[in-house]
């Protein structure tokens, strides 16, 4: 064999022995062959990963093809974390992220901490999961992951706890909590109670709420008394879900004018619902009219009104008299329509200017006498 010969087997030789090593360091250690961002070797638990929930929904419906992986092996495997297939078209799976520091966040809220991995690998610092019949190691991702955080399929109970996650690139189950029944939601109870003045059943925005008041409340587990405060409001917190009756206390003196008891069932489609009271005082009167805008304006009796009026229009008639009457033009028309066209009283009015104008006429002669006596001297 040539020197150049000798040379390429050793080389060869060398290539093999160095594939031999890697290959051993990735089946004892659990290095992942990331193929696109996917993990497909023996320690992932849906082979290559599933990067979408429709390859997801694919893979654990129909297996992967891999020991182990059959769609229903799958599924039981999951569900034992509180997985349902249910779950992949579930707005409570979101796009998270599991970190190194075994720590998972949806978004930049971190939502579990010291959590466990699984993978079919026996890495060390894992120990023997013994829920299957088949290899399946428990760890933190601090002894499995190589890079500082892997994206997931994080599940969101209600309270804000995390039920499980998935990891992307592998399918590698991480514990949460498990799924958690959602709370059922609560609802506040407000009764109120105010005057109906007006007597019409309507609350309006001039009628006073009433303190004192009491109420019987019964419904879901609620069975209990409750009185009105200094703003005619009693309120039950918190109460779940269902039918509830409230009933008035009546009070001497007073006449109910929206009905004693009120029942209906009470859902959470608004955090606060209203149970609204009126009362009228049974003592005969008349009630006011409202007016527009909700309030209500208590009017003076019909008399009065009608007395005032009179005399406000009387006042204003004397005044514009007055003012006519003081123009010349009417005491003129005045004094025609007092003389008339009859001929002695023409006459008569006749003589009376003559002779008051002979009378000036005498009274100005003499004071030019006058004066013309003051020259002289």
Not at 4 to 25: C, D, S, T
Not at 268 to 287: C, E, K, L, V, W
Request: with cysteine.
């Amino acid at each position: 064999m040539s020197v150049r010969g000798k040379v390429n087997r050793k080389i060869i030789q060398k290539a093999l022995a160095v594939i031999f090593v890697v290959a051993f360091i990735f089946s004892t250690f659990g290095t992942t062959v990331h193929a696109g961002g996917r993990d497909c070797d023996g320690n992932a638990i849906i082979y290559c990963g599933t990067l979408t929930k429709s390859e997801l929904k694919n893979k654990l419906n129909n297996g992967t093809g891999k020991e182990y992986q059959s769609g229903s092996e799958l599924q039981s495997l999951f569900g034992k974390f509180g997985f349902a297939m249910s779950d992949v078209d579930n707005k409570r799976l979101k796009d998270g992220k599991v970190t190194k520091d075994n720590k998972v966040y949806v978004g930049n809220t971190k939502v579990a901490s010291n959590v466990y991995t699984f993978g079919r690998h026996n890495i060390s610092g894992s120990s023997k999961y013994t829920g299957v019949s088949y290899p399946l190691y428990k760890r933190h991702p601090s002894v499995s992951f190589v890079s500082g955080s892997i994206d997931a399929y994080v599940y969101m109970n209600d309270d804000g706890s995390m039920a499980y996650a998935i990891l992307k690139s592998c399918g590698n189950i991480v514990q949460g909590v498990g799924k958690r029944a959602a709370a059922p939601q609560r609802v506040n109870l407000t009764i109120r109670k105010y005057e109906d003045i007006n007597h019409d059943g309507v609350h309006q925005s001039s009628e006073p709420y009433l303190p004192g008041w009491q109420f019987n409340v019964v419904g879901g587990d609620i069975d209990q008394t409750v009185t009105t405060d200094s703003t005619g409001t009693a309120v039950i917190r918190n109460v779940a879900q269902s039918y509830y009756t409230v009933s008035e206390v009546p009070q001497a003196g007073w006449t109910n004018s929206t009905g004693l008891s009120q029942a209906r069932l009470v859902t959470t489609n608004a955090r606060t619902q209203s149970f609204i009271f009126g009362n009228y005082q049974s003592d005969g009167s008349t009630p006011p009219v409202p007016t527009g805008g909700g309030d209500v304006t208590v009017l003076a009796s019909a008399g009065v009104a009608e007395n005032v009026a009179i005399a406000v229009t009387a006042i204003l008639a004397l005044v514009l008299l007055y003012y006519l009457i003081s123009k010349s033009k009417l005491k003129n028309a005045l004094r025609g329509k007092k003389t008339g066209t009859d001929p002695e009283l023409l006459k008569r009015e006749l003589r009376k200017r003559t002779k008051n104008r002979h009378k000036k006429i005498l009274k100005a002669e003499a004071k030019a006498e006058k004066k013309i006596k003051r020259r002289k001297k």
